[in-house]
Each structure stands twice: as C-alpha cells, then as structure tokens.
C-alpha cells in the first residue's frame, strides 16, 4: 500500500543549527502539509501547498520555516534557526483532493530534539 | 479557540466491550474526521463523514455528527487490545484549503 515516508526518523541539534526534514509524499498525491505534535499537545498545522506554492500557513510557520519541492517527489521542511520551543514531532502528510474532500495520508514523523 | 475537544481523556476498557469517544467542535465544518494514533507513530485516518451525513460505517466502527449539537462520537464495537492507540477528531472549520484543526485526543486502552 502507498505510505508516506519521512527521514529522518529522529534528529537532535544544537539550538541556532539548521535543519531540514525530508518526506516523499504518495505519489499521485497534489496536496501537501506539515504538522507538528509538541509533546503531550495536539498535532498543529503548519503549512499546506499545492502547485509548488504555499497554500496557507499557520501563526506558527513563520520566517525561520520554508518549505519546497525541490525534484517533484521529495517535500521539504526547513527550519532555519532552531530554537528549544522547536522540539516536537513533525509529521508530513499528503492528499489526492483538499478540503471537504480532504483525508490525509501521514507519515510516521519525525522527532526533532532541540538542545 | 479550542475546536475538536474529545472526551473522556483516557478510557480503559476490557476486550469485547464497545467504546464510545466523544468529539465537540465549535464551528460550522464542511466534514469531521477521525484519526488514530499508535504511541509515537503517525496518526491513521479511520473515517471521514461529511456535514451533510448522520452516521456512517466502517468495520467495527461507527460515527455519528450532529450538526446542531456541533458534536459527534466515535464507537469502536467488540474493542480488541490492538485497538489500543490514542483517538484524534479534527475539522477544517469550514475551510477548503485543507487545513486541519486537532483535538487533544482520547487515549484507549484495551485491556486483554
């Protein structure tokens, strides 16, 4: 069955390091999105896009996040400056149709420890 | 604002009972959709039911939505110990971009 993958599974940086999360989302998949889960509180959207553009994006995505697709079947997350408040799992996830229509196919994240 | 608001928080339960998880929201929605989540996996969709529907099937489980009540719950029958996983609501609040609104979840356990 397709799956949505992630790598890496789990990555620890130093706060102010760089970091970027990969994910291969299901291949006829258009719609694309990040959540993340801090630890013991609900999984929060972060970023949707669709048509190599940003669909929306949360409060949270703000400038130290970008993402891209930057060969047509990986999705990235960039978080440029990383800070301590960073530290959660971050799942990827994608759908064939957005909206009323809209089930999303997860990954199984990627958990980011901030030191 | 909260939205997708399950309860009870945990529930403990013993294999072969019904369980029944609770979802209230506070805004229109265009549908409501029930995912699980196995402890430090990805979250599974289980079923997707649209504001126009009343109850809908799937396996052993059962969902209902009552739009007027902005509530809906989520029934697993004959539970067995590897339906054991955290149970998430989430709804688009009326978008259609997609977005998804959690709630905290309620974390099953079955007991063998």
């Known amino acids: 069955e397709p799956e949505v993958t992630q790598t890496p599974s789990h990555q620890v940086t130093q706060m102010g390091q760089e970091v970027i999360l990969r994910c291969v989302p299901i291949?006829?998949?258009?719609?694309f999105y990040w959540y993340r889960q801090i630890l013991g509180q609900k999984v929060e959207f972060l970023v949707s896009?669709?048509?190599?553009?940003?669909?929306?994006k949360s409060e949270i995505f703000d400038d130290q996040f970008s993402v891209e697709r930057p060969d047509g079947s990986n999705f990235t997350l960039k978080i440029r400056s990383t800070k301590l408040e960073d530290s959660a799992m971050y799942f990827c996830?994608?759908?064939?149709?957005?909206?009323?229509?809209?089930?999303?196919?997860f990954g199984e994240g990627s958990r980011l420890t901030v030191l | 604002s909260q939205q997708g608001e399950e309860d009870p928080q945990a529930l403990s339960i013993q294999e072969g009972e019904n369980a029944t998880m609770n979802c209230s929201y506070k805004?229109?929605?265009?549908?409501l959709q029930w995912y699980r989540q196995n402890s430090g996996r990805g979250l599974v969709h289980l079923i997707l039911i649209r504001s126009n529907e009343r109850e809908k099937h799937s396996g052993r489980l059962r969902v209902t939505l009552d739009t007027s009540k902005k509530s809906s719950s989520l029934l697993i029958t004959a539970s067995r110990a590897a339906d054991t996983a955290s149970y998430f609501c989430a709804t688009d609040r009326g978008s259609t971009l997609g977005r998804l609104y959690f709630g905290r979840g309620t974390q099953l356990t079955v007991w063998p």
């Open positions: 805004t229109s929605i265009n549908n």
């Open positions: 996830a994608s759908s064939v149709e957005q909206g009323a229509g809209g089930e999303l196919f």
């Open positions: 896009f669709y048509n190599n553009e940003i669909s929306e």
């Open positions: 291949s006829n998949h258009l719609y």
